[in-house]
């Protein structure tokens, strides 16, 4: 029993490390791409990963994971992908604002600025990027994490230890080296 609770422990790892790698890719993508800025590392750790994007999908799979498997319907209509993605936006958007406000604590700032957006509380949320967060958070759940739970499924125990052990030491060391 302690070999698959170190098991799945090891997977939720890993699910965390790629979609911070994900969000790091997402928030370049928008700074280079979409903004034109130009690129800057949008993570506050060296490497290519945002944790607050790893920790926003754990809270997903573990908030609305259940949710997305039932089957909702209000009268005839099936309304279970509308539940999903209202819970997306509630969990993303409140794990965004408590976000700023630990990076404040800790940095003095937080990464962002939605102040030129409508409907925003101290430019920490707004309206816009929750809804882009909840039409990621639907790719995500119905999209990505099925793959991903795929590719850790084939993976032996070996392998997925192996595996999210390097990427822990790796997480480690970026924040040792980040703080000093």
């Excluded at 090891?10 to 979409?34: A, N």
């Excluded at 993605?85 to 939605?114: H, K, N, P, Q, R």
């Excluded at 882009?132 to 070996?158: A, C, D, S, W």
Aim: charged share 15%; aromatic share 16%.
């Amino acid at each position: 029993m302690k070999k698959n609770k170190l098991l799945q422990a090891s997977r939720w790892f890993l699910y965390f490390m790629m979609y911070s790698v994900i969000g790091w890719l997402y928030e370049v993508f928008l700074e280079v791409v979409v903004y034109r800025w130009g690129f800057s590392n949008r993570g506050v750790l060296f490497g290519p990963y945002c944790i607050i994007y790893g920790v926003g999908a754990l809270l997903l799979l573990l908030t609305l994971g259940g949710v997305q498997k039932k089957k909702l319907y209000l009268g005839r209509l099936y309304v279970t992908p509308v539940f999903v993605f209202l819970g997306i936006m509630a969990v993303t958007t409140i794990t965004e604002l408590i976000g700023s406000y630990i990076m404040e604590a800790v940095t003095g700032g937080w990464m962002w600025d939605y102040e030129r957006f409508a409907f925003n509380f101290q430019g920490r949320i707004a309206l816009n990027p929750s809804i882009r967060f909840g039409i990621g958070g639907m790719i995500f759940l119905y999209l990505l994490q099925p793959v991903f739970e795929k590719i850790t499924g084939h993976m032996n125990r070996r392998m997925t230890y192996a595996a999210a052990g390097l990427l822990l030491i790796l997480l480690i060391l970026d924040s040792i080296i980040t703080m000093r």
